[in-house]
């Protein structure tokens, strides 16, 4: 079945980095566009970024574009996502999905300060 579990949260000082990690098991991992998605306390979950099967496409939310970078190593069927210059608003719990978002991680918290 389906697995997919994310990985690299935690806590960082405004202006600092994280990097996520999202290892997928259980089904064709190159064939499938991923994206990461977060939700803060009392959101709405909201689209972080979403990249391509061959990782030849990212597209970014504008509250993230320029810091966060995905990417993907099908080799290893592992989503990355390197977040730079985080800010407050970042404070989220971090998912991944894949399979038109018919599959999702349990997420991991990111908490900036």
């Known amino acids: 079945h389906v697995q997919l579990v994310e990985s690299g949260g935690g806590s960082a000082q405004a202006g600092g980095s994280l990097r996520l990690s999202c290892a997928a098991s259980?089904?064709?991992?190159?064939?499938?566009?991923m994206a990461w998605f977060r939700q803060a306390p009392g959101k709405e979950r909201e689209g972080v970024s979403r990249?391509?099967?061959?990782?030849?496409?990212?597209y970014y939310a504008d509250s993230v574009k320029g810091r966060f970078t995905a990417s993907r190593d099908n080799a290893g069927n592992t989503l990355f996502l390197q977040m730079n210059s985080l800010k407050s608003d970042d404070t989220a719990r971090y998912y991944c999905?894949?399979?038109?978002?018919?599959?999702w991680g349990m997420g991991t918290q990111v908490t900036v300060s």
């Open positions: 999905a894949t399979g038109a978002w018919s599959y």
């Open positions: 259980g089904y064709t991992y190159n064939r499938n566009c």
């Open positions: 990249i391509t099967s061959g990782g030849g496409k990212t």
